[in-house]
T-cell receptor, first 114, second 111 residues
Framework: GAVVSQHPSWVICKSGTSVKIECRSL??????MFWYRQFPKQSLMLMAT?????????EQGVEKDKFLINHASLTLSTLTVTSAHPEDSSFYIC??????????FGPGTRLTVL | EDKVVQSPLSLVVHEGDTVTLNCSYE??????LLWYKQEKKAPTFLFML????FEKKSGRLSSILDKKELFSILNITATQTGDSAVYLC???????????FGEGTQLTVNP
């Protein structure tokens, strides 16, 4: 149980294009999902908290117009990186919150912007 | 400011050794402490602890929480090369759902 999937697992795009990443909780419903990014040899950095049916809460320093989050259902949240640039290249990881407050992570999406 | 500190930051052992990883925290409105294992991809959930003094155990891994002294340890006995990973400690609070992560301990188990 508690499986979270992400799609795509890796993506390469040209600078200026937008990229959408999907996060799904496969065997449970998650009213709250989280989006993180992680740079090599660093810990997870929380970008935003995504609540089903309401606007996401962004962490300080994260541009909400740059990183669009939509949590349209209890099993799906999407992160769209708009007008991506090379500095947006990173490992993006989502997690879904379980009933006890634990977070189950997706396998991550490696984004490379050329 | 909420803080989670893990030690050591890195550790190299031989197969069969026992290791103890440490996590101390200073957060307001503590609710839970979680341990994760991260290999090449995203973290996988190991344990969640909410009460002091109760050991959680899964195979060769065990963990205990001390809410008075504000720390937790993760023990791995009879280590194997497959235990090599970054082990992350995270703390959840009653106010909100976010987790505060430590920097992680890089464990390397050599054959």
């Amino acid at each position: 149980g508690a499986v979270v999937s992400q799609h795509p697992s890796w993506v390469i795009c040209k600078s200026g294009t937008s990229v959408k990443i999907e996060c799904r909780s496969l065997d449970f419903q998650a009213t709250t999902m989280f989006w993180y990014r992680q740079f090599p040899k660093q810990s997870l950095m929380l970008m935003a908290t995504s609540n089903e049916g309401s606007k996401a809460t962004y962490e300080q320093g994260v541009e909400k117009d740059k990183f669009l989050i939509n949590h349209a259902s209890l099993t799906l949240s999407t992160l769209t990186v708009t007008s991506a640039h090379p500095e947006d290249s990173s490992f993006y990881i989502c997690s879904a919150m379980g009933l006890a407050g634990e977070q189950f992570f997706g396998p991550g999406t490696r984004l490379t912007v050329l | 400011e909420d803080k989670v500190v893990q030690s050591p930051l890195s550790l190299v052992v031989h197969e069969g050794d026992t290791v103890t990883l440490n996590c101390s925290y200073e957060v307001t409105n503590f609710r839970s402490l979680l341990w994760y294992k991260q290999e090449k991809k995203a973290p996988t959930f190991l344990f969640m602890l909410t009460s002091s003094g109760f050991e959680k155990k899964s195979g060769r891994l065990s963990s205990i929480l001390d809410k008075k002294e504000l720390f937790s340890i993760l023990n791995i006995t009879a280590t194997q090369t497959g235990d090599s990973a970054v082990y992350l400690c995270a703390v959840g609070q009653t106010s909100g759902s976010r987790l505060t992560f430590g920097e992680g301990t890089q464990l390397t188990v050599n054959p």
